[in-house]
């Protein structure tokens, strides 16, 4: 039974979180659908798993552009789509101010990081992990956040930890967080689908509780 919950995947690259998505989706143990598959590059590897696979492909308009037809040619996608959901997966360009604004809390990005530590403006990929080292960390890992104007300043949805350990390298560091958001990233999209999220401000509840004490 294909679920009503469209999504639509916003990539730059690969595409390792989409296809970790798509897997889920296929495995049946993901209620969503990926309606389609948007790239801010033509030649990004993750298009031919999509096309692979019968899912609508789409290349947005060059950063060159006026981000009026960014905004213009998101949007139209975005509806033409029946899209719930925006899910920026490994997607390296800004989403424009007023997308946010037309789709308020509907935007969600990964991190390779903990969340307000190690975001921004050009900290993404080796770069974080290489900060995460030199500033001697004993614990890194992956956010999920709704997507605001700024870059990586939305309210937490997610968040995993892991271990940094002494001899790590931001190869290897980068592998164990990587293992991580293929996990949480599609539990992210369970969560909206299933209606569970309800923002209040910086707060995001996903029904998550205090363990019982014994």
Not at 9 to 30: D, K, P, T
Request: proline share 7%.
């Amino acid at each position: 039974m294909v679920s009503d919950f469209a999504i639509a995947v916003l990539i730059s690259g690969r595409g390792s979180n989409f296809i970790a998505i798509q897997q889920r989706i296929e495995e049946g143990s993901l209620p969503a659908r990926i309606a389609c598959v948007i790239s801010s590059r033509a030649d990004a590897p993750g298009l031919a798993y999509a096309t692979e696979r019968g899912i609508p492909t789409l290349v947005m308009p060059g950063k060159e552009q006026p981000e009026e037809k960014i905004t213009t040619f998101l949007l139209e996608a975005f509806r033409k789509y029946d899209v719930a959901l925006v899910v920026l997966a490994g997607f390296l360009r800004k989403i424009p101010r007023a997308v946010v604004e037309e789709w308020p809390d509907r935007i969600i990005n990964i991190h390779p990081a903990l969340l307000p530590s190690f975001g921004g403006k050009g900290m993404y990929g080796r770069r974080v992990h290489e900060a995460v080292l030199a500033y001697g960390c004993k614990v890194s890992g992956a956010t999920v956040h709704l997507v605001s104007a700024d870059y990586d300043t939305g309210p937490p949805v997610l968040q995993r930890c892991v271990p940094v350990y002494e001899d790590d390298t931001p190869e290897t560091l980068a592998g164990r967080v990587l293992q991580v958001e293929h996990a949480l990233l599609p539990e992210a999209v369970a969560l909206f689908a299933s209606g569970q999220v309800v923002v209040s401000g910086r707060t995001v509840r996903t029904g998550a509780t205090k363990l019982t004490q014994s």
